[in-house]
């Protein structure tokens, strides 16, 4: 079996290279025409010397994953679906705005921490992706936008780890996949511009601020510890005092000097004037209590599992209005690719269900694609 090199950040190339008893200048070449250039072709890589590329074509490939759907909204959002086998797939979703190009990623198959608003939650875990599993997702759509667009220069400035999966439990395969995105001979992305999001696995939350400190997003969704064990039940384990002092040591390392809190607005359930006023409360705390931070209140897609319902516009913007009135910078995050169903916790939710997945996943191959409005 051969090693696929998108498993690797450039220092664990550059010890596969040392084992073939190349110098680490190779490994950086190497490193340079997988990710600037979207080369999966040794033959293409034409400074490598030819006994490089024979030894690699040996025992290495470059693969991405295989694209089963890919559908381009008219709002120019673009959700691809990725086959990881075993009747398992997971999604990125590239989302375009005037400033920024962003890409949502996913960091597992499914996911265990069953938050009750997110259709992946529903779908439960199947299983980690790879690290080549996250930067593929990357790498396909880098390279496939620099085609469409017709150009060399980079077009994703923006990575959020935000698709399916809760990152900080696939940690040791999410670290190298981080490096590589912001590796000047890699993707380049200053650490402001990739964004790890977490449902408070407050261990991990130490460990990235050391290891791979880039932008932190809590997804907190509930301003007191009897909701939050409800609708995220991994606060039964780390809660909200726990979660909002590992915010603060986070902040010590971070290249943000805020963390932006995602509130999904569930009408009638988190979306009240009370809740406000709590979270207000909860974020203006003494000491360790008080956190620099943003909210980002998101508008929740309905799926008949959840059986909740998004907030009315009307409630969103009273929510964000006292949050704002407090002194909190406070956004209400646009919906993008609704005619694809690439909103926020509508990731995957075709191949949620795992009964006779293969068949519908077969299916799914025969839709065609969407022509770009
Ligand atoms: S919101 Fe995130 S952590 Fe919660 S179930 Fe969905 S993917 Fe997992």
Known sequence: MTTN????????????????????????QLFRWIHQRGASDFDQMSDLAKSLREKLRGCAHVTALPVVTEHISADGTIKWLFDVGDGNAVESVFIPEDDR????????????????????????????????EIIAQLWYAEHFLRKRFNTDERVISNVVMMGMGEPLQNYSALVPALRTMLDDHGYGLSRRRVTVST?????????????????????????????????VPLNRKYPLKELLQACNRYLEHAPRDFITFEYCMLDGVNDQAEHARQLIDLVRGQGADNVSCKFNLIPFNPFPASGLKRSSASQVAAFSKLLSDAGIVTTVRKTRGDDIDAACGQLAGDVRDRTRVEQRMAKLRTIEIKPAA
């Open 5 to 28: 090199l998108l498993d690797f950040d450039l220092n664990g190339l550059t010890a596969f290279c040392e084992g073939l008893g190349e110098k680490r200048f190779r490994a950086t």
């Open 101 to 132: 190009g962003t890409l949502c990623v996913s960091s597992q198959a499914g996911c265990a921490v069953g938050c009750r608003f997110c259709s992946t939650g529903h779908q439960g875990f199947s299983r980690n992706l790879t690290t080549g």
């Open 199 to 231: 449902s408070g696995v407050v261990p991990f939350m130490d460990r990235l601020a050391q290891d791979c400190p880039v932008a932190l997003a809590v997804s907190l969704h509930a301003p007191n510890d009897a909701l939050r064990d409800n609708l």
